[in-house]
């Protein structure tokens, strides 16, 4: 797997990263990694970037990037989207789900939520909204200018990352 940052708009970039040739799967890690807990979609993408690559698997820190990602979604498969979530369960408890439609995405966290609602949205629109699995981890305090995770999130990564990356290569078998 390759780990690539999301780019301001304007700036060159290979839509097909060298060394992913053919990625029909994208782990999309969402936050701001500034915020604390908010940020842990990235965390969990620093953790995968750290195992050996999986064939026709992709990671993206899409940061709060929203509608600014829709390039990086040609030819994608399938969407595997890290996030943390207020949702009112303990810190640190982890839900996995596939969502079959826009609508049914869960709020997520600060400004990137609704970006990534126009996102999916306008792929939808384009015919081109890849399958679409999501795991979310609950926060309870976004703490600004804070780039630790509370001990709660921090122990979901790991099995965030390993259930993400299992679910990955399976859907690039396909």
Known sequence: MLLLDSR???????????GVPDARVLILGIGNVLMGDEGVGVH???????????PGVRLLDGGTGGVNLLAEFEGVRAV??????????PAGTVRQFRVDRVGDLPRGLGAHDFGLKDLFAALA???QLPELHLFTISVETVRPMCTELSPAVAAAVP????AARALACRLAAV
């Open 8 to 18: 301001l708009e304007g700036e060159d970039y290979s839509r097909t990263p060298v």
């Open 44 to 54: 969990v993408l620093r953790l995968l970037e750290q195992e050996p690559g999986a």
């Open 80 to 89: 595997i989207l890290v996030d943390a979530t207020l949702d009112q369960r």
């Open 125 to 127: 629109l384009i015919g």
């Open 159 to 162: 099995e965030v990352a390993l």
